[in-house]
């Protein structure tokens, strides 16, 4: 299984940003595909996710309302929109995929991806 995360850079607070995430290396209709973030000195941290079948999602609370996660199925990719973004959501941002006993808030998922840097200057 390979996830690929792109479209991190810098942003001024306020900006916008669209992660992607390309998963391919097997079928994931019944998987959870989640966005996470690790910033300097502090742990890894839920941000979002989603179930490939069926489409419900799952936000922290510190995101709900900016932040929209979504999913392409023909393109078997994952997308993060991110809007209204603050110096606090300055991060690495990973992609990562769980089989369906995974638990994406308490970060257990099965596959990870290499991150994508997120900046948002002040």
């Known amino acids: 299984v390979q996830l690929q995360a792109s479209g991190g850079g810098l942003v001024q607070a306020g900006g916008s940003l669209r992660l992607s995430c390309a998963a391919s290396g097997r079928t994931f209709d019944t998987y959870k595909l989640g966005w996470f973030r690790q910033a300097p000195g502090k742990e890894r941290e839920f941000v979002a996710s989603?179930?490939?079948?069926?489409?419900?999602?799952d936000y922290a609370e510190s995101v709900k309302g900016r932040f929209t996660i979504s999913r392409d199925t023909p393109k078997n990719t994952v997308y993060l929109e991110m809007n209204s973004l603050e110096p606090e959501d300055m991060a690495v941002y990973y992609c990562a995929a769980g089989s369906p006993g995974s638990s994406p808030r308490n970060s257990v998922m099965d596959y990870w991806g290499k991150g994508t840097q997120v900046t948002v200057s002040s």
């Open positions: 989603i179930r490939w079948s069926g489409s419900s999602t």
